[in-house]
């Protein structure tokens, strides 16, 4: 069987608890998209860990740990992750690299530094990982692929001096940067099949035999619904499908085996990087949701960025819920809202003068303001709690109304940071 997770709004939602959560029943767990642009935060038995490219589900003994072929993959990152939670007592865990999978050069986060440089105030908030350089060059089809690092020298260094032709125009006469230099490039690439060579399987063919032995496969996505580049926030959004349909493509099996995609939503809203994000907070107000919220404050797992604070959008969720084929709503760090005396969440969108609860095209959005409706507050610390009836009332009637207005089920709350902090419904 096989399950997503994925996220309903910006990213930062908390994937990566309910990902480990779900791994402690779970086979294979497959990063399918994304690079190390988006991190996931883990508390668990070990520590607290940011993960960048690694599925969150590593630190279980009994699963496999895979880099689907939809991944921009960042060798020497993924490198020093295994590192880094290996020096931290976590056993080696069993890792498998698409051979279809497609690598980030050094070049590719150079050019993503540069645009951003390039475009000043107009800049899209990149987390200068380079992603956009990187997605751009595979359907360029420019891109290497980790089963190249094995063709023979000439055929390979070819190629390399061809790609750096094409960059240095770029290099000299957009950025007028030091241009690349053939044998470095193809230096990298030897460093980078030195790093990965353990890893590497056909991993399509992998899953395919791992669906006929029955095995629980779970899909894990990077970032949110809205940050998709086809349904998302354009041209704020990221460079990879952040759909759990997209999950088929970047991990190679039949879409038709995606059983269950459980999309998880915040309690409240946050958000990294440029774009509309219409129930967003300022001031005070947003300083103190971000000082209490995620798991030691709203800063972003990769960039330690402050996040942009809102309320909780219906809208959005609503959207990012349907668009994802949403069976299971996990809904997290509800036990953050404690504090408030009353709740507010946004309920619909007013796009001069007309209401409307349908999430719309980016140049509409850009002009919606929120409608604010406010719920009474339970003004008591909810963590611990393990049944839903043993929730303060009000909390439930916020999970009902929540529930109501995006119309899908919320089946898991989350209450807090730890693995087993959650409340099945």
């Known amino acids: 069987m096989v399950k997503a ?78 590192q880094s939670i290996v020096s931290r007592d976590v056993p080696m865990p069993k890792i498998l690299v698409s051979d279809r999978a497609q690598m980030v050069m050094s070049y590719h986060v150079l050019f993503d530094q540069y645009e951003e440089e390039r475009l000043g105030k107009n800049s899209f908030g990149s987390t200068k990982s380079g992603i956009a350089p990187f997605y751009s060059d595979k359907y360029a089809k420019i891109g290497f692929q980790v089963s190249e690092l094995y063709d023979e020298e000439a055929g390979l260094m070819a190629k390399v001096k061809r790609i750096c032709e094409q960059k240095n125009v770029l290099l000299e006469h957009l950025y007028h940067k030091p241009l690349l230099v053939p044998e470095d490039i193809y230096a990298e690439l030897m460093e980078y099949k030195e790093m990965i060579d353990p890893y590497v399987c056909d991993v399509s063919a992998y899953l395919y035999e791992a669906l006929k032995e029955n095995k629980t496969i779970l899909l894990e996505g990077q970032l949110g619904s809205l940050k998709d580049p086809d349904h998302g926030i354009y041209p704020m959004v990221t460079s990879s499908s952040t759909l759990a349909g997209y999950g088929a493509i970047g991990a190679g099996i039949p879409p038709y085996e995606i059983k269950q995609i459980v999309t998880v939503c915040k309690a409240y809203s946050s958000a990294v990087g440029a774009g509309a994000f219409v129930s967003e907070i300022f001031g005070e107000e947003a300083d103190e949701l971000r000082r209490r919220g995620g798991d030691g404050g709203e800063y972003g797992a990769t960039t330690g960025r402050p996040r942009r604070m809102g309320w909780f959008d219906c809208v959005a969720s609503k959207y990012g819920c349907r668009i994802q084929g949403t069976t299971d709503v996990a809904f997290t760090v509800l036990d953050v809202l404690g504090y408030l005396d009353e709740i507010p969440v946004c309920v619909a969108y007013d796009i001069d003068g007309e209401i409307t609860t349908d999430f719309p095209t980016t140049a509409k ?16 610390d909810i963590r611990g709690i393990k049944k839903y009836e043993d929730l303060p009332e009000n909390c439930r009637n916020y999970i009902e109304f929540i529930e109501k207005q995006i119309g899908f089920p919320i089946t898991m709350v989350s209450n807090g940071p730890g693995r087993h902090d959650i409340i099945f419904r």
Not at 366 to 379: D, F, M, S, T, Y
Request: hydrophobic share 40%; with cysteine; charged share 20%.
């Open 365 to 380: 959005l850009e002009k919606a303001k929120p409608v604010i409706e406010k719920l009474p507050g339970w003004k008591c």
């Open 5 to 82: 997770v994925v996220g309903a709004n910006w990213g930062d939602e908390g994937k990566g608890k309910i990902t480990d959560m779900l791994a402690e029943t779970a086979d294979i767990i497959v990063r399918y998209q994304g690079g190390a642009n988006a991190g996931h935060t883990i508390v668990n038995d070990y520590g607290k860990f940011a993960l960048h490219t690694l599925p969150s589900g590593v630190f279980y003994n009994h699963t496999t740990s895979v880099i689907g072929n939809g991944v921009a993959l960042n060798v020497p990152v993924l490198f020093k992750e295994i």
